[in-house]
């Protein structure tokens, strides 16, 4: 028990999961390629040596021992904001476990329905918490026809189901996809899709399993292939975390560990509770990213001569009015914080989703600009090892050359930076995971129609219309 070493985390993975990428089976992830990156990001994590890093990424629990602040529960502003600076500098391994926080967030709810599911969701929390382990959120569902009904589907697996039930736990079925970090996690925390309704009981369903569990595979799908030069593709060498499509074929859960077992009415909740804990890492994300881009267009102006150009300061200006609309979100879902009868503060819900739909809705219109301002060289460039190539280089130095104070090699290495996070292999992940992860942008105007005050801004409207009310129709 205990906070671990990085290497007793790289040691935890080697359990005998059952995991695949580009058609092989994986003896050892750790030993893998493939995930070499992944879990060196996740490694650090684990390193609580240095004061500085041990006082961003510990707490103390109510036992006086220390634990990852991944697990703390926050009780106060300052705990919220302890949580978004450990956000800032943690891996996405590691930013999972936030299911943890959403579920934690409705045990209240849940134990108004049952408590043991209430109790279950405590003690699946402590165990982590208390071992240092990792949990992934595990929500999205195949689903087949989304026209039908889970019920309604030509195969009845297309949505995660209980196939049986018996004195010791149940027994499920189905695949959960987009499942980031799936195989380097200990557990895989399952979470409905989306609300369930009566005739949909084997459809609502929740529940934490170790990744090993007998009948659990997990096909990977990396962005980028291993080896790759760290000139040429500044991102993608490092920051690689393969995304899992997780089969539960016939997986046994037992009792202690299911959260949720045929109470429909409460598919829902646990569904829409994963979103909040989701979105507010990535709208920390994305305030971090949009700060870089507004630094990368001005580096690149100067670098090329054209930063005092009209056009081009208007595109910064534009990236700049992103990159601080994001940080006011930000900081108006810490500041404006929520609490639960119970005492867990969490970010407003309002603030969180007007964030990330902003910065989802906006982030293709700023990634042109920022190609508007590069241009072609963008996908063009040479790499790093024609750069190196004594053949060539002086070419490279002189063709590519702008001004004496601009060395050709930053210049390229800047170059490459924008191609890697916004027209390659690392933006190829980051322009579909900005719009879709912590669902699309409709599940947030979802939630920000049901969070804002309509009926205080109609009565404002009729107000200064000087229209006396007599009746308030049905929203439709």
């Known amino acids: 028990m205990g906070l671990k070493t990085p290497e007793e985390y790289r040691e935890s993975l080697r359990d005998g999961r059952v995991t695949y990428i580009v058609g092989e089976r994986v003896a050892d992830v750790t030993r893998h390629p493939w995930f070499e990156t992944a879990i060196a990001n996740a490694m650090e994590d684990y390193e609580y040596e240095d004061p500085e890093v041990r006082a961003v990424r510990t707490y103390e629990t109510e036992s006086g021992a220390a634990a990852h602040r991944v697990f703390q529960v926050p009780r106060t502003p300052e705990d919220l904001e302890k949580r978004v600076k450990l956000t800032e500098v943690t891996s996405i391994t590691t930013a999972v476990s936030a299911v943890l926080m959403a579920l934690y967030n409705i045990k209240d709810q849940v134990a108004q329905v049952n408590g043991q599911y209430a109790e279950n969701i405590e003690r699946v929390y402590r165990h982590c918490r208390d071992n240092d382990l990792r949990a992934a959120q595990v929500i999205t569902d195949a689903k087949g026809d989304r026209s039908r009904r889970p019920v309604e589907q030509d195969d009845p697996d297309l949505y995660m189901r209980i196939v049986e039930r018996s004195k010791d736990g149940i027994v499920v079925r189905g695949a959960k996809l987009h499942i980031t970090a799936a195989s380097l996690v200990h557990e895989l925390t399952v979470m409905p899709t989306k609300a369930m309704g009566a005739g949909e009981e084997q459809y609502s369903v929740s529940f934490s399993v170790p990744v090993a569990t007998p009948g659990v ?41 299911v959260f949720l077992a045929g109470e429909h009415q409460l598919a829902g909740v646990l569904a829409h509770s994963l979103g909040l804990w989701e979105r507010i890492g990535g709208l920390i994300g994305m ?77 293709h219109l700023m990634v042109r600009h920022l190609h508007d301002i590069s241009g072609g ?60 992860a912590g669902g699309g942008l409709a599940a947030q105007r979802i939630v920000v129609l049901r969070e804002y005050d309509l009926e205080a801004a109609k009565e404002l409207a009729r107000e200064e219309a000087g229209i006396a009310e007599t009746r308030r129709p049905a929203r439709i």
Do not use: C
């Open 287 to 363: 305030v971090r990213r949009s700060r870089m881009m507004v630094g990368v267009a001005e580096l690149l102006a100067e670098y090329n001569g054209i930063a005092k150009a009209g056009h081009i300061q208007e595109k910064i200006g534009e990236l700049i009015f992103y990159a601080e609309g994001l940080r006011m979100a930000l900081e108006t879902a810490v500041r404006s914080y929520k609490t639960t009868a119970t005492g867990m503060v969490y970010p407003d819900p309002m603030a969180v989703n007007v964030g990330k739909y902003f910065g989802a809705a906006n982030f």
């Open 377 to 436: 060289l963008v996908v063009t460039l040479p790499t790093e090892a024609d750069f190196r190539n004594p053949e060539l280089t002086a070419y490279l130095e002189k063709y590519l050359h702008t001004r004496p104070e601009v060395k050709v090699e930053d210049r390229m290495k800047l170059y490459n930076l924008i191609r890697d996070f916004s027209a390659d292999t690392y933006g190829g992940w980051e322009l579909v995971t900005t719009v879709q």
């Open 217 to 257: 595979k997990i096909i990977n799908r990396g962005y980028a292939r291993p080896g790759r030069s760290r000139m040429d593709y500044p991102l993608s060498a490092r920051h690689n975390a393969p995304e899992g499509f997780v089969i539960f074929d016939d997986v046994f859960v037992p009792w202690e560990r």
